[in-house]
């Protein structure tokens, strides 16, 4: 299995093209790919159309997939806002790489409307990358689909972030380009995929149970109102703690049941839609049960920067990828860091000379604890490596 990843900031599509596509030949040694990922910023909208007939065109009989986004990632940098492609290819030996293309409407019984879908085997565990449209595809939906068809695989992804509207997107699977639905690919065989899911936040307080709620409405926590603990974290917390409270505050529902204490990875991090001044109660963007564990947490750069460092030291005895996938929020990056390349060059430090490549998202898709996730101003990792083949490629 070989990797290759690049970026150009050219200022016309086939220049760009050309010089990313000359560095993946560079990179894999002559070997011919059998996947190109693609990620195109807007500033080429006028002739991106075009993008998949030319990687066709230089990659032939190559499995294509790709979106819009408004920052790529490649060749170990991070561009934000301005006129890039990245290009990333993989030589996957005993890989079998097929194509998918969901149409808008059509996430709920995905074995109807994909026949590529209904032949798979889930004892297979094959693995999929995901690339929705944030206007058309209610990623939620489809992504609990592929986990109730697929429950052992892993599912990694972003939603493009190109466009402002409906329709402004452009996606590809295969040599097709599509403004909506979703796009992805399947990996069959001799493939590993395993995943780094950094949601950039820190603990506050001590854990708690949900002792009194429903659905997204949170009325006790450990025997008391949400209201009385906030108000007394608050009153405890630093200066600075108590900015972050204002705009960056949020809940950890813990995902590892029957363990009394919890690290990074641990706990599925969800907004914190309103607080009821009168009842005390919390509404929560996720849905809760009784006996939950719960947490607050906060987010800031630093914050941001020490968990993913948490995650790529536990990850200290996995085995070296060949290649990455990063699907990083349009959150995090300069706008949250300061500087380009943050997440590119803590990677880079972590496992020199693996190449990297993906974009910035509009939500990103990666698992906790077996289960997978739409969620925000997160990085999410997908680590690919040789496996012993499970299926037959032909």
Same mark, same amino acid.
């Given at each position: 299995m070989r990797w290759a990843s690049s970026i150009s900031s050219e200022a016309q599509l086939d220049a760009a093209v050309a010089e990313c596509s000359d560095a993946l030949e560079a990179g894999l040694d002559g070997l011919a790919p059998h996947l190109v990922a693609g990620f195109v910023s807007p500033d080429f909208a006028d002739r991106w159309t075009r993008l998949p007939s030319l990687l066709a065109r230089r990659?032939?009989?190559t499995t294509l997939l790709g979106c819009s986004a408004n920052g790529v990632v490649g060749g170990g940098r991070e561009v934000e806002g301005e006129r890039a492609l990245a290009l990333v290819a993989a030589h996957l030996p005993s890989v079998r790489v097929t194509p998918l293309v969901v149409r808008s409407g059509d996430f709920v019984d995905l074995e109807a409307v994909?026949?590529?879908?209904?032949?798979?085997?889930?004892?297979?565990?094959?693995? %999929?990358?995901?690339?929705?449209?944030?206007? =058309?595809c209610p990623a939620e939906t489809l992504i609990g689909e592929l986990d109730r068809l %697929? /429950? #052992? =695989?892993?599912?990694?992804?972003?939603?493009?972030?190109?466009?402002?509207?409906?329709?402004?997107?452009?996606?590809? +699977?295969?040599? $097709?380009?599509v403004h909506g639905g979703a796009v992805g690919v399947v990996l069959e065989g001799g493939l590993a995929v395993d995943t780094l899911v950094?949601? #950039?936040?820190?603990?506050?307080?001590? /854990? &708690?149970? @949900?002792t009194m709620g429903q659905g997204h409405l949170i009325q006790q926590l450990d025997g008391r109102r949400p209201l009385d603990l906030l108000r007394e974290l608050y009153d405890a917390a630093s200066p600075r703690d108590r900015e972050l409270f204002r705009g960056s505050l949020f &809940?950890? @529902? @813990?995902?590892?049941?029957?363990? =009394?204490?919890?690290?990074?990875?641990? %706990?599925?991090?969800r907004n914190l839609i309103q607080l009821d001044a009168e009842s005390g109660a919390? +509404? @929560?963007?996720? $849905?809760?049960? $009784? #006996?939950?564990?719960?947490?607050?947490?906060?987010?800031?750069?630093?914050?941001? +920067?020490?968990?993913? +460092?948490?995650?790529?030291?536990?990850?200290?005895?996995?085995?070296?990828?060949?290649?990455?996938l990063l699907f990083s929020c349009l959150g995090r990056g300069r706008h949250l860091y300061g500087a380009p390349d943050h997440d590119s060059q803590v990677f880079a430090a972590r496992w020199a000379g693996v190449p990297l490549g993906g974009f910035f998202c509009n939500g990103e898709i990666g698992p906790v604890h077996g289960r997978t996730f739409l969620h925000g101003y997160t990085s999410s990792f997908g680590l690919f490596r040789s496996a012993k083949a499970r299926v037959a490629v032909g």
């Amino acid at each position: 299995m070989r990797w290759a990843s690049s970026i150009s900031s050219e200022a016309q599509l086939d220049a760009a093209v050309a010089e990313c596509s000359d560095a993946l030949e560079a990179g894999l040694d002559g070997l011919a790919p059998h996947l190109v990922a693609g990620f195109v910023s807007p500033d080429f909208a006028d002739r991106w159309t075009r993008l998949p007939s030319l990687l066709a065109r230089r990659f032939p009989g190559t499995t294509l997939l790709g979106c819009s986004a408004n920052g790529v990632v490649g060749g170990g940098r991070e561009v934000e806002g301005e006129r890039a492609l990245a290009l990333v290819a993989a030589h996957l030996p005993s890989v079998r790489v097929t194509p998918l293309v969901v149409r808008s409407g059509d996430f709920v019984d995905l074995e109807a409307v994909c026949p590529r879908i209904a032949t798979l085997q889930a004892e297979a565990s094959p693995s %999929f990358v995901v690339l929705p449209d944030p206007f =058309s595809c209610p990623a939620e939906t489809l992504i609990g689909e592929l986990d109730r068809l %697929f /429950p #052992g =695989s892993v599912k990694i992804g972003g939603l493009a972030s190109a466009a402002r509207q409906p329709g402004g997107n452009l996606l590809w +699977a295969g040599d $097709e380009a599509v403004h909506g639905g979703a796009v992805g690919v399947v990996l069959e065989g001799g493939l590993a995929v395993d995943t780094l899911v950094a949601q #950039g936040c820190r603990p506050i307080g001590m /854990p &708690l149970f @949900v002792t009194m709620g429903q659905g997204h409405l949170i009325q006790q926590l450990d025997g008391r109102r949400p209201l009385d603990l906030l108000r007394e974290l608050y009153d405890a917390a630093s200066p600075r703690d108590r900015e972050l409270f204002r705009g960056s505050l949020f &809940l950890g @529902v @813990v995902m590892r049941d029957g363990e =009394s204490a919890y690290g990074p990875g641990d %706990f599925l991090v969800r907004n914190l839609i309103q607080l009821d001044a009168e009842s005390g109660a919390l +509404a @929560v963007a996720a $849905e809760i049960r $009784e #006996g939950s564990v719960v947490q607050f947490h906060l987010r800031d750069a630093q914050t941001s +920067a020490d968990d993913l +460092a948490a995650h790529l030291r536990d990850s200290e005895h996995a085995a070296r990828p060949a290649g990455a996938l990063l699907f990083s929020c349009l959150g995090r990056g300069r706008h949250l860091y300061g500087a380009p390349d943050h997440d590119s060059q803590v990677f880079a430090a972590r496992w020199a000379g693996v190449p990297l490549g993906g974009f910035f998202c509009n939500g990103e898709i990666g698992p906790v604890h077996g289960r997978t996730f739409l969620h925000g101003y997160t990085s999410s990792f997908g680590l690919f490596r040789s496996a012993k083949a499970r299926v037959a490629v032909g």
